[in-house]
Each structure stands twice: as C-alpha cells, then as structure tokens.
C-alpha cells in the first residue's frame, strides 16, 4: 500500500484512485465518451422528421450531419497540442461543458442555418471528449487494470453507435426532434462536475506550448474539404460535380503539404512522429480499417432494413441492440483476461467474430424474420467486446504517458476519417450493385417465359397490365437490393480475415502493464 504513494511522487503522477470515487469517475468519463459518439449518429434516423418541422428538403437537411463531422474531424487531431497547453483534466471539462451548450443551443434552434451553425460548434468543441476520457481512464487505473480502463472505454463506443439509431428514432416517432439534443444537457452537467470535482486536482502538467498556426490552417483546410467531399459526393455523383472535384483536389494538395510542415516543422500541432512506432502504426491502420468495416455494416443493415423491408425506425435498432447487450456483458471478461492474453490473438478473435457475422448475414433474404438478423449481430458483439480493447492494447503499447494524449487524437482521428470514408463508399457502392443486379434481372426476365405466366396470374386478380409490371418491378428492386447487400457482407468477412493477418506483423504488447508500457 506504500508503493502508490511512492511512486506518485517520483514524477509520475498522482497515485491512481480506488473505491467507490474510482467508479463514480470512471461512470463520468464514460459517460462523456457515451454522449459524445451518441451524438454523432442519433440526428442520422431523425433527418426527415427535422426536414419536415423545419420545412426544408432532405438534402439540405443532411447538412445537420456533416456540419458536425467536418468540425469534430478538424478537432480531434488537435486534442494533444490542447491538452498540453491546458492540462488534460481542465481541456476535457471545458469540452463536455461547451458540448453541453452547445447541444442546447441546437435544441432551441430556430431554423436550419442556426442549427447547423450550432451543430458546428457542437462538433468543434467535442473534439477533445472521446480522446480526453480515453487518457483519463488510463490515469486513474493502476497500470496492470488498465485494460479495465479501456475495457469501459470500448464498451461506451462500441455500445453508443447502436443505441444512437433506437434512442433517434424513438424520440422521433414519439417527441419533438429537440430532444435528441436536450437529453444531453443533464448527462453533460453531471459529467462535467463529477469529472472537474474528482480530477481537478490531478491536473497533469501544462507546458507553454507555441501555436502551430500555419499547420493549424492548412488542417482545417484539408480535413474541411475531406469531410465535405465524403458527406456530399453521394448526393452530387461524386466526381461529375464540380465541386467535389474541387473538394477532393484541395483536399489531397493541402493534405501533403500538411504532412510536410508537419514532419519538419519544430512544434507541430500534431505529433506524427508517432508513427515511427511499428505498433502504433500498424496497430492503428489495421484498427481503422476494422473499424470501417464495422462501421459500414452498422450503417447498411439498418438502411435496408428501413428502405426496403418495412422496418421503422425504432425496430431497425431494435434488430441491432443485442449486439449492444452482448459486447456488455462480455467486456468486462474480457478486460480481466487481457492481460493474460496475447492482444494478438484477442484482435484475431475480434476479426473472426466479425467476418463470421458478416458471413451469416450474406446467406439472408427478403421474407428472413426478426431473428434471422438478430443472430448475426449476437456473433457481432462477441467481436465488439474484444476489438476495441485489443486494438488499442496493440497500438498504445510502449507510447510513453505524456504522449497519450496525441496518441489518442489521432488515433480517434484516424478512426473517425475511415468511417466516413466507409459510410460515403459502401452507399454508393450499395446503389451501383443495385443498379447492376436490377440491369441483370431485367434481362433475365424479359427472356423468361414466366414472366408472361406471372403476368397473367396478376390480371386474373385484377391488375391491368401497367399494375402488374410495376409489382414485378417493386419484387425485382427488392431482391436487387438484396443481393447488393449480401455483396457488400460476404466482401466484408474476407476483408476480416485480411485484417486478423495483419496485426501478427506487430510485436507482442508488454504483459501485465495493459495497453502502456511500464511507467
């Protein structure tokens, strides 16, 4: 018991905490990171309701969503370089009490514009949320628990994404669409003041850092015209409009002079030479690559459910929430074993779990029940329990404990930037396997003698000729999307398995220590 004092004043660091104020704290930083990714997909199912009130079109809506990303996506990479200037704890609170006011600002907007400028800020100011709670449960755990820490960390992201959709959607069929933004100020409240309460005073040492103000601008450039580009190439045709050409442009010139004023500038905004670590590197390309899988797959099925096979809203999460209640219960376990195992093979276990989810979802069809989508999501959350907490065992390991926080911010940068890369790919490439298979039925059926039979069954129940062709043609989008969709699920487990070979080319984490080296 005298060994934590000890080593809290050789320089490390206050001691970490114990008992019940562990807990409380360790709630209050989830929580954080709950609020903050539960926000980034619960304004998705609500688009046309806020359309609609607001009495503008679906595109413009659509809006209330990139705002939000682009300015989070110029945030989070900058969340080392604030947290050094600031302190962890204060630059962590400040965010979840801006992102507070802001998500009440949103709830009382007026029209559009004030709600996308709101929605900017809200964004901008949560940058600092998922990586600052992440660096904070690895301080308040002692090292060989730190896994737990992430552990929780893993479980709130992984479980938020699900809940976002069935919370959105709820609230849309039943209340006011202000809502999905008010219920954040009470939780942000409660957040903020258990977390300024039990860590002010474990502050983390500030350093007068100078402002990269030069790097500072060309990444608010890039990353502006990145995220723009993703969100709205879908709605323009991608590269037959002129301003995603543009966008894209701008985005891969200011992208590599970026990368250049970054790498030889002598007080970078955002530390890249961590990347020379083989872990850190491969770790955290093979994490974002899982996660964009996941993330596209999260995004698909609750798509094709709604669009094509009658789901609300509400019951379209529904389908997903086991997977939620699965990773749940499994987390904890699974923190307690990291340790023990090898992350490699918790990460191998994760891509496999995966890939045989998605591979159980290719085999679906039209006419499956509720519980044929049910059970490959249950398989899913076996590998939601492990990704997360492996993936960054193997990319944090040996990263030293003053540089977490820019290891976390980009990390999440990069994770946040695949997934939108993943959610703008797989719904273009969904519609253009659509088109294709729909191309290729039509074929086969204007060849096809049963075409004619079904044509005349149709008449004989009372369909002129014009109504039987539009049913058959509304049978045929259905299976079109069906098979577009069993496409992207069956790419997407040979992708896991890729992706499980990858993480053997990274060196073993330390034992013992969690996802950190020994202090």
């Known amino acids: 018991m005298a060994a934590a004092p000890a080593r809290a004043g050789a320089g490390d660091g206050p001691a970490p905490l114990t008992g019940p104020t562990l807990a409380l704290v360790a709630f209050a930083l989830a929580l954080g990171t709950f609020m903050q990714v539960l926000d980034s997909t619960i304004a998705n199912v609500s688009l046309p309701t806020i359309a609609g009130n607001l009495g503008v079109s679906s595109d413009n809506s659509t809006w209330v969503v990139t705002a939000f990303a682009v300015a989070n996506g110029v945030a989070v990479p900058l969340t080392g370089w604030l947290m050094g200037k600031f302190g962890v704890v204060r630059t962590f609170c400040v965010s979840v009490l801006l992102f507070t006011i802001a998500s009440f600002l949103c709830g009382i907007a007026w029209d559009l514009s004030s709600l996308i400028g709101f929605r900017v800020l809200q964004g901008a100011v949560s940058g600092p949320m998922i990586p600052g709670s992440q660096a904070l449960l690895i301080a308040i755990f002692p090292p060989q628990k730190r896994s737990t820490a992430l552990g929780i960390w893993s479980m709130t992201t992984l479980v938020a994404p699900i809940m976002g959709p069935i919370l959105g959607g709820y609230i849309s069929d039943n209340y006011h ?307 577009a969709s069993t496409d992207i699920f069956y790419v997407s487990a040979w992708l896991c398995i890729v992706l499980a070979a990858l993480t053997w080319f990274t060196r073993r984490p330390k034992p013992h220590h969690g996802p950190i080296a020994a202090d």
């Open 177 to 483: 669409w202000s809502w999905i933004f008010l219920i954040n100020v009470p939780v942000g409240l409660f957040c903020a003041g258990i977390c300024w309460r039990g860590l002010s005073a474990r502050e983390t040492p500030t350093r007068n850092l100078p402002i990269d103000k030069v790097g500072l601008v060309m990444l608010v450039i890039w990353v502006g015209a990145l995220q723009m580009m993703l969100d709205l190439g879908k709605n323009d045709d991608w590269f037959h409009s002129t301003r995603i050409v543009v966008m894209t442009v701008v985005a891969v010139v200011g992208f590599i002079a970026w990368l250049i004023w970054e790498l030889t500038d002598a007080n970078p905004a955002v530390d890249l030479s961590l990347f020379k670590g083989r872990n850190f590197s491969i770790g955290t390309l093979a994490f974002c690559l899982g996660y964009a899988v996941f993330f596209a797959n999260t995004l698909l099925l609750p798509l094709w459910l709604q669009t094509q096979l009658g789901y609300t809203a509400t019951w379209a999460g529904l389908v997903a929430a086991p997977s939620g209640a699965v990773a749940v219960v499994l987390t904890p376990l699974v923190a307690r074993l990291s340790g023990k195992v090898d992350a490699r093979i918790m990460a191998t276990i994760a891509f496999a779990a995966f890939g045989l989810s998605y591979w159980m979802r290719s085999g679906l069809t039209t006419s499956a029940a509720f519980s044929d989508f049910v059970l490959p999501l249950m398989v899913q959350g076996i590998a939601m329990s492990t990704f997360f907490l492996a993936m960054l065992t193997i990319a944090l390991d040996g990263v030293p404990q003053h540089r977490i926080p820019s290891a976390t911010g980009i990390s999440n940068f990069a994770r946040i930037t695949a997934g939108s890369f993943a959610a703008s790919l797989t719904t273009t490439m969904w519609d253009r396997r659509e088109a294709m298979h729909q191309a290729h039925l039509s074929e086969a059926i204007g060849q096809n003698p049963v075409w004619q039979m079904a044509r005349t069954g149709l008449n004989h129940l009372g369909l002129t000729d014009t109504q039987a062709a539009a049913a058959v043609t509304r049978q045929m989008v259905g299976q079109a999307y069906l098979m």
